[in-house]
Structure formats: structure tokens, C-alpha cells
């Protein structure tokens, strides 16, 4: 989470949507203006990240919390009718290496997932057979694990982040399949830093979500503190 300089936030955005670390971020509301998803492949590239982004943009950044991701899940729009299916990444997956091919095929897909293979054989130079026997071994490899929807909706977006007051596996299983099975909970992350868990839900309004919240904190009494986080588009 960041603080911007408000005066420069527009070109920071550009940055942030071209920088090969970033793979989401998306202007919040509450204390903080930014919220920004980094992959990198240990510490030494997250230092390297934030140490460019503060030596290009001095003046821009007010101040920011680090959260790292242990697992991500990303559930069905169980609020439309789906059945709940579960997408799940973690921090400690097997490393898998890919080839050039690979990489093109990842390139020309990741925006739209729909994309027709036979569409597809001009660029990448390889029949549509070829392409989809690959898509399949890189789904088998869970360098692909599959694929999301994003739409617009009446409804609004908000991030919840949970502090606990008493640890324990057990509870948190329980609180997580609590998440899993809700109606209108789409994602959750467990985490390390000031809050341990995240997630994302759809609601009316805020008012909407600070009472779906209020439900959840009575159902555990081990919740401690949360905060509820507007989502806007960057």
C-alpha cells in the first residue's frame, strides 16, 4: 500500500502499468491512494523494485506498507449463480522453466484468455495444434492455472484486511473456509505483515460491506481489528 505526492500520481501510474515487476495495481480509498501487486523471485528483487521506484519518483511517495503473499485464492462470483470453483497460488510452488515458445504463447494470451489458437499461428509461428498441446502441458505444469473473468457490475469492489487477536491453524482453516463458501467474498490472500489476512468482496456499498464485516467479526471473536478499503480503476 502507498502514499502518493497527488501532483505526480498520474505519471507514476504510467510507470507502475510498464514495469515488469507489477502485475496489478489499482487506486484505493482510506489512508492509502495505491494498491500494487509485485512478483519478484526473492527480497533482492523487491529491494531492487523499490529502490528504482523511490530514486525515479523522491517526492512521491509519502509513505507505504509491505505485505508478503503466502497464498491466493481467487473463488467463483458465487453472487452470479456459479458453482465454487477455486483457483489457488502459492509463494512456495515448485519453479518451473519455460521456453521461448512458452513465453510467446503466455504474451499473447494473458490479456484474453479466449483468444482462438488458430488466431494465434501468425504471430507465434507454430500450427494451432502446436499451440494448444502447449497451453495444455503449461496448464499441466501449473505455470497456467487458469483463467478469470473481469466485468463490470453494479456492485463495488472492497479490500478487507484482518488483524487477529489469537492465532491458532485450526481457527484460521475455519475462518478461511468461512471465505471460500461466502456469497460474495471473490478472493482471499494469506499473508505476512500487519494484517496476516486479506480479501476482496463485492457489495452495494460501504455500508453494505462494514455490515458484512460486523457479521464475520461476531462469527470469530478472534478477529481483532480489519479495514475496509474502497477499490477504484488505476
Known amino acids: 500500500r502507498i502514499i502518493w505526492n497527488q501532483a ?100 499473447n494470451i494473458i490479456s484474453n484468455s479466449m483468444v482462438p489458437a488458430l488466431s494465434l499461428e501468425d504471430k507465434i509461428g507454430k500450427s494451432y495444434k502446436t499451440i494448444i498441446n502447449r497451453i495444455k502441458d503449461l496448464e499441466r505444469r501449473r505455470i497456467i492455472l487458469g483463467h478469470r473473468v473481469f466485468f463490470n457490475s453494479d456492485s463495488e469492489r472492497f479490500f478487507i484486511l484482518i488483524s487477529y487477536n489469537e492465532y491458532s491453524k485450526n481457527k484460521e482453516e475455519s475462518f478461511m473456509n468461512y471465505l471460500e463458501n461466502h456469497k460474495y467474498v471473490t478472493q482471499a490472500v494469506r499473508q505476512i505483515g500487519k494484517f496476516p489476512m486479506q480479501f476482496q468482496i463485492r457489495a452495494k456499498n460501504s455500508k453494505d460491506a462494514q455490515e458484512i464485516i460486523v457479521d464475520m467479526r461476531n462469527k470469530f471473536d478472534f478477529i481483532e481489528n480489519f479495514e475496509i478499503i474502497p477499490l477504484f480503476d488505476l
Do not use: H
Open 8 to 107: 505526480t500520481i498520474c505519471i507514476t501510474k504510467t510507470y507502475l502499468k510498464k514495469n515488469k515487476f507489477v502485475g496489478w495495481a489499482e487506486n484505493i480509498g482510506g489512508g492509502y491512494d495505491l494498491f500494487c501487486l509485485i512478483y519478484a523471485k526473492n527480497f533482492l528483487e523487491l529491494e531492487e523494485f523499490m529502490n528504482n521506484l523511490t530514486e525515479k519518483f523522491p517526492d512521491s511517495i509519502k509513505s507505504y506498507d509491505i505485505f508478503y503473499v503466502i497464498s491466493q485464492y481467487f473463488y467463483s462470483y458465487k453472487f452470479l449463480g456459479n458453482p465454487n470453483n477455486i483457483l489457488k497460488y502459492s509463494s512456495v510452488e515448485k519453479e518451473e522453466k519455460i521456453n521461448e515458445l512458452d513465453r510467446k504463447i503466455i504474451n
